[in-house]
């Protein structure tokens, strides 16, 4: 079993920058791949980031690239989305996951465990 619990969420103004905290309880964490997704009211939840379990790999979607950098500590259990240059448009409840074949992928349907979300908001 793996328990996330997401932090650093919070209102900014558009430029600004803020870093979401996800810790993990469990001894598979280390092993698995982290996900980082986002849904705001009306809207599917979407993909945004992911690491693979050694940090090797990553992908982003296409409208983070370039601002957002996700990264892991295994010896801290914790990962980490960096967010600079925000938008309003990546106002939403941003979830981490954890994917129990430590590869990583887009597909929300293949995390095994969730966080409870953290509220990111950026005023214009």
């Known amino acids: 079993q793996v328990q996330l619990v997401e932090s650093g969420g919070g209102l900014v103004q558009a430029g600004d920058s803020l870093r979401l905290s996800c810790a993990a309880s469990?001894?598979?964490?280390?092993?698995?791949?982290v996900g980082w997704f986002r849904q705001s009211p009306g809207k599917e939840r979407e993909f945004v980031a992911t690491?693979?379990?050694?940090?090797?790999?990553?992908y982003y979607a296409d409208s983070v690239k370039g601002r957002f950098t996700i990264s892991r500590d295994n010896a801290k259990n914790t990962a980490y989305l960096q967010m600079n240059s925000l938008k309003p448009e990546d106002t939403a409840v941003y979830y981490c996951?954890?994917?129990?074949?430590?590869?990583?992928?887009?597909?929300?349907?293949?995390?095994?465990?969730w966080g409870q979300g953290t509220q990111v908001t950026v005023s214009s």
């Open positions: 469990g001894r598979i964490f280390s092993s698995a791949a």
């Open positions: 996951a954890a994917e129990a074949s430590g590869w990583g992928t887009r597909s929300a349907a293949a995390y095994n465990y």
């Open positions: 690491m693979s379990w050694s940090g090797g790999t990553t």
